[in-house]
């Protein structure tokens, strides 16, 4: 390889997906540190994170980590969307000229026609949070899996930890107080979670797997759990 031709800074990621999703991308991460570029038709990630590294296979890595985080931070805005994907890696030669060093496979899932995280840089502030936050990544990495009953639990139980001080019943009166929800949303998203439906069942053991009485299906607890987790994520910021 000549070196005008060897891979250097600055590098962005190709990104392949539904037109709608990326374009909702783009304007949530218009500007930053990460960025979702679009230009003739193609949308690109770039990251300063990406700046000071050297090799494609550092490149990668490092965008497989912040890709998560993104992807998640989407689910949380937008709980149902066709999938994302990372295409290849782009970077400028000597000349100026942008060139493909690779193909990716890894594909992010962004999952509901209903928009959260509008306030302006809001979107941006959360994937910084995550990249700092190791409780506020996990939960997120967890929350953009598939959904069943036993995570959406596992998900609300880690929240009312955080913001009840180790204390769950202290968590739960919080979200109440804060008009995150109200309590009879709050118990029966527990209750659906707890004992989930005969098809889906939740997070105990078969004893207690019984239908709640009015339980939620598991689109609708995520969705309740989708409202939670961007209240719990502004409150942070």
């Given at each position: 390889m000549s070196e005008s031709l060897r891979p250097v800074p600055p590098w962005?990621?190709?990104?392949?997906?539904?037109?709608?999703?990326?374009?909702?991308?783009?304007?949530c991460l218009a500007e930053g540190r990460?960025?979702?570029?679009?230009?003739?038709?193609?949308?690109?990630?770039?990251?300063?994170?990406?700046?000071?590294?050297?090799?494609?296979?550092?490149?990668?890595?490092?965008?497989?980590?912040?890709?998560?985080?993104?992807?998640?931070v989407a689910r949380?805005?937008?709980?149902?969307?066709?999938?994302i994907s990372l295409t290849?890696?782009?970077?400028?030669?000597?000349?100026?000229?942008?060139r493909r060093?690779?193909?990716?496979?890894?594909?992010?899932?962004?999952?509901?026609?209903?928009?959260r995280l509008t306030a302006p840089g809001a979107f941006e502030r959360c994937v910084e949070l995550a990249l700092k936050n190791e409780r506020v990544r996990s939960n997120l990495d967890d929350l953009r899996g598939e959904w069943d009953f036993p995570r959406l639990r596992r998900i609300g139980e880690t929240i009312l930890l955080d913001i009840g001080g180790g204390d769950i019943r202290k968590?739960?009166?919080?979200?109440v107080k804060r008009g995150w929800a109200s309590k009879a949303d709050c118990e029966l998203f527990?209750?659906?979670v707890n004992h989930g439906d005969a098809r889906l069942p939740g997070a105990h053991s078969a004893l207690r797997r019984a239908p709640a009485k009015n339980p939620k299906n598991v689109i609708e607890a995520g969705e309740f759990l989708n409202d939670l987790v961007a209240a719990w994520l502004e409150s942070k910021m």
């Open positions: 962005r990621i190709r990104l392949g997906g539904s037109d709608a999703d990326l374009k909702d991308l783009a304007g990460t960025r979702v570029a679009q230009e003739e038709g193609a949308y690109f990630l770039e990251s300063q994170m990406f700046d000071d590294l050297q090799q494609p296979a550092a490149v990668l890595s490092k965008a497989h980590e912040l890709v998560k985080v993104i992807s998640s949380v805005r937008r709980s149902i969307a066709k999938p290849g890696l782009d970077w400028r030669d000597s000349g100026g000229i942008w060093t690779l193909t990716v496979t890894t594909t992010i899932v962004v999952y509901k026609n209903i928009t968590g739960l009166k919080d979200v527990w209750e659906t």
